[in-house]
């Protein structure tokens, strides 16, 4: 599966729809650094919106998404947990330290545009 | 919803899938299983998202140590409660402390070492029985409340 980035703004934007496999994701976070390489996107936006469960393996891969983009200087926004995505990591003990998270699309893009120098 | 659940107590109500090596697709199918399963015996969508994490979990254990093994789900009743069990077996290559796994934050593999110690939180029955160089076998079960 091929993971979309678009761009909004000066921002990159990950829609995740459904399952991510192991190779997706090395494929997508490549993909991400190179194109804020060549784009100097301001941040990333990850929208979580249409995906259903979130394990504890899914939770580590977020965790290394974000810590890439911010060694490159970039910060990342997670949105778009469902209510019983949000119940589950919580009980599981995963509630995603270091990442920043909001409600939506729109809340996500306002707080990344407070982060730009 | 306890008619419902009823009517997939029974022959219908039980589902096994194979489980090969390194296969992640399997993940998918069996998280999609487990929330049709609990779906259909009336969970709320907290306890599905619950019962599909908790397989998730286990299974992506099995799969990542590249073991064949199987899970089977059945649909259960007891003093009139329905509720979903949940079986993975495989012929990995076990594990040696289980006292530990279960308490978590351990980790040989990828995840954060939670992964077996949170399907348990997750779930209302937990067994895990394991042996060096045999396999695993992990028992769950989720009741409607």
Redesign the interface.
């Known amino acids: 599966m091929n993971i979309p980035v678009l761009q909004i703004e000066r921002f990159l934007i990950v829609s995740v729809q459904g399952e991510l496999k192991d190779n997706d994701v090395t494929a997508l976070q490549q993909n991400l650094l190179e194109r804020l390489r060549r784009t100097e996107a301001a941040g990333v936006l990850i929208d979580l919106t249409a995906v259903e469960v979130v394990d504890s393996y899914m939770g580590r891969l977020l965790r290394d998404t974000a810590a890439m983009i911010r060694l490159m200087g970039v910060p990342t926004v997670v949105v778009g947990l469902r209510p019983a995505v949000a119940v589950t990591l919580v009980e599981l003990g995963l509630d995603l330290p270091g990442i920043h998270t909001d409600l939506n699309l729109e809340r996500g893009l306002t707080w990344l545009r407070t982060q730009m120098r | 919803m306890a008619e419902n659940a009823n009517a997939l107590v029974g022959d219908t109500a039980s589902l096994s899938i194979n489980i090969q090596g390194r296969d992640?697709?399997v993940?998918?199918t069996a998280?999609g299983a487990a929330?049709e399963l609990s779906r259909e015996l009336g969970f709320g969508?907290?306890d599905?998202?619950?019962v599909?994490?908790a397989i998730?979990?286990i299974i992506?254990n099995v799969v990542q140590y590249a073991s064949e093994g199987e899970v089977q789900f059945r649909v259960i009743e007891e003093n009139g409660q329905p509720g979903l069990e949940m079986v993975v077996v495989d012929q990995g290559p076990g594990i040696a402390d289980v006292e530990r796994v279960l308490r978590?934050g351990y980790s040989t593999g990828?995840?954060?070492g939670?992964?077996i110690s949170?399907a348990r939180?997750?779930m209302d029955d937990f067994e895990l029985q394991s042996e060096v160089g045999r396999g695993t076998r992990v028992w769950m079960r989720k009741w409607l409340r």
């Open positions: 992640e697709m993940i998918v998280r929330r969508i907290v599905q998202t619950r599909a994490t998730s979990e992506r978590g990828n995840g954060f939670r992964g949170g939180t997750l």
